[in-house]
């Protein structure tokens, strides 16, 4: 057994066994508040909200709520954020912030810039430390410990504007991460990592791979799946162990790994443990902490308040936009099986911030969440209430149904003259579909998840059309749009104005012989 990764891997049991400062869930929140807003009681955002009187309160947490607005990303860039990427000190958190993530812009054509503090890096490594740390209750041998990591990320060579760094928010963390970890088990290498073209990246990644000792991959399942079947045909070669004999453990996340587990399993000749975690721009916030975990467990201690707005429409419009005074709950008072969005308050200055995301509790005891859509990514054109998990979930039944291969997928709603029905574009790499049987499928299994779609259906809900597609065209629509790597995501549901080009880009690509079968 190898000396290093036994040792490695003991360091880790002990690690786990300290004992830290416990308590409950709301205590491990409180903390974080207190913590947050000692330090930023002196920036011009702690000051503008008396942050210094708030911490005097005896309950800080409904001071906090009473006395600091929520913000969604526009009203907290134009006001604040913006002042930091000019170079301001002290806006939203102590010092400069000297680096930017831009997001993946799946809720808007705009990019967005997310300020990334010191704080927030030392957040991220320390949740990464739990992650693996978690690994420990997963069947692994010792060997694991020792051997590569394969990070699928954005370029690391990040854009300098003459005060900030820019880049996704993968790159900044590849950049950030400490010399011994880059050298002995980081991989790709540096000069790979900071390859801005991304066919280049993965073609230096393909030709290389065999010179690597991989036990684990980290990455969108959508973009994995593209570096995997580049490294098999470059290679030559069936499944990855073949030139990866290791490889044990493959962390997903960003979009849900279901619709890709079957494929993936053709890529392995041995038994993988796929471990999933929750990280965005804005942060890292849960992951799998077990085989047996029903869903995520939220990191309390660790950089990050949360708060959780019912989504219903008391709290949100039609379109998705936060109501000014919406209902907030905490930790203690989260429920399972009601969707909530996400407000965070964290350590690069972010403050009752809508990160966009929606979750449900599935065990309040633990606190493990799934991730179920966007705010902005649901689909409710009369009243059917369709969520991105609801769609998922049907999808993946209908693809288990007919035995077929469905990934990618975008859904809108069209209303004209008061006729209501949806028109989805499925990815698949399946030669022969029957699209009439498909679209049975789909609109009897979104009836099964989704009962608010089952009585609109019978009532003003229409038709549903379905076109079947080649996945490439998913990624080359990506592509096109100046979004093509390992940071973004095809949105699920799309505004129309950008729908509209989509359906132009669709025709183009088939020759204008698209099919439409209607229910």
Known sequence: MPIVGSVIKRTFQVRKKIKFKRGSSLQYQTRVLKKLLRHAKDTQFGQHYAFAKILK???IITAFKENVPVHDYNMIYSKWWHLS?????????PGRIKYFALSSGTSDAATKYIPVSKDMLKSIKKASMKLIFAMLNYTIPNEIFQKGILMLGSSTALKFN?????????GISASNVPFWMNKFYYKPEKEILATKDWNKKLEQIAINAPNWDIGIIAGIPSWVQIMIERILEKNNIQNLHEIWPNLRIYIHGGISFEPYRKIFEKYFSKQMIYSETYMASEGFFAMKTSVDAKGLQLILNNGVFYEFVPFNEENFDRSGNLVAMPETHTIEHVQENIEYALLISTCAGAWRYLIGDTIRFVNTQTKEIIITGRTKHFLSICGEHLSVDNMTKAVQMTAEKMKIDLQEFTVQGISKDHHFSHQWYIGTGSESIDVHQLTLYLDQHLKKVNA?????????????????IPNELFFKWLKINGKEGEQYKFPRVMKQEQFQDWEAFVDQELNHHQVHHNL
Request: proline letters at 0%; one cysteine or more; aromatic letters at 8%.
């Open 57 to 59: 309160s005896k309950n």
């Open 452 to 468: 608010d779609y089952a009585t609109e259906r019978a009532h003003v809900l229409h038709d549903i059309h379905v076109c079947v």
């Open 162 to 170: 003459g005060v900030v760094f820019e880049g996704d928010m993968s």
């Open 85 to 93: 990427q000019k170079g301001r000190k002290d806006v939203c958190w």
